[in-house]
T-cell receptor, first 117, second 112 residues
Framework: EAGVAQSPRYKIIEKRQSVAFWCNPI?????LYWYQQILGQGPKLLIQ????????DSQLPKDRFSAERLKGVDSTLKIQPAKLEDSAVYLC???????????????FGPGTRLTVT | RKEVEQDPGPFNVPEGATVAFNCTYS??????FFWYRQDCRKEPKLLMS???SGNEDGRFTAQLNRASQYISLLIRDSKLSDSATYLC?????????????FGKGTKLSVKP
């Protein structure tokens, strides 16, 4: 079974530039998540989609971050304009929709390592 | 108090040792608990869910104490391949079902 795909794997940009990340979840997974993981920290949820609808974006800095999942499959996360503190690994994860929360194993992609200079 | 707190380590242990990681969480309404493993420069992967009665998977044992809001992970007979960062994860009771809160992780290094 193919895992969660992300691209690019690495990106270096200057502050105030824009950047976009792409994620293709595991086939059949209705739920998709974007996380930000700063060095030395655990992943922090940015946004959660259920099919093509946003379930939770309470921790997304909406003044500069945006995300979409128009057809309910793959998703893009954009940062515009980037700041130095956005340097992090951006992880995409997906899960099946299960009634029991403890069955909702989240499968992570390899991440995109962003460096803002 | 941070939502999920872990001792960052690093824990440096010899092969064959038993090592225990502790984690505390702040919201008593949390219902789901997990341990994830993250290898250096890799993505997190689910190691095991943590159930109220405690659960074991081979050399790994997870315990939950709801009264103390405390979660533990015990690794017996450590292997070199156990070297990784172990993330304590708790669901956010106010958020959606999938809204997980990750601790900073505890780094384990198993030496020959």
């Amino acid at each position: 079974e193919a895992g969660v795909a992300q691209s690019p794997r690495y990106k270096i940009i200057e502050k105030r530039q824009s950047v976009a990340f792409w994620c293709n979840p595991i086939s059949g997974h209705a739920t998709l998540y974007w996380y930000q993981q700063i060095l030395g920290q655990g992943p922090k949820l940015l946004i959660q989609f259920q099919n093509n609808g946003v379930v939770d974006d309470s921790q997304l800095p909406k003044d500069r971050f945006s995300a979409e999942r128009l057809k309910g499959v793959d998703s893009t996360l954009k940062i515009q304009p980037a700041k130095l503190e956005d340097s992090a690994v951006y992880l995409c994860a997906s899960s099946l929709e299960q009634a029991e929360v403890h069955l909702n194993e989240q499968y992570f992609g390899p991440g995109t390592r962003l460096t803002v200079t | 108090r941070k939502e999920v707190e872990q001792d960052p380590g690093p824990f440096n242990v010899p092969e064959g040792a038993t090592v225990a990681f502790n984690c505390t969480y702040s919201n008593s309404a949390s219902q789901s608990f997990f341990w994830y493993r993250q290898d250096c420069r890799k993505e997190p992967k689910l190691l095991m869910s943590v159930y109220s009665s405690g659960n074991e998977d081979g050399r790994f044992t997870a315990q939950l104490n709801r009264a103390s809001q405390y979660i533990s992970l015990l690794i017996r007979d450590s292997k070199l391949s156990d070297s990784a960062t172990y993330l304590c994860v708790v669901n956010s009771p106010g958020g959606s079902q999938g809204n997980l809160i990750f601790g900073k992780g505890t780094k384990l290094s198993v030496k020959p």
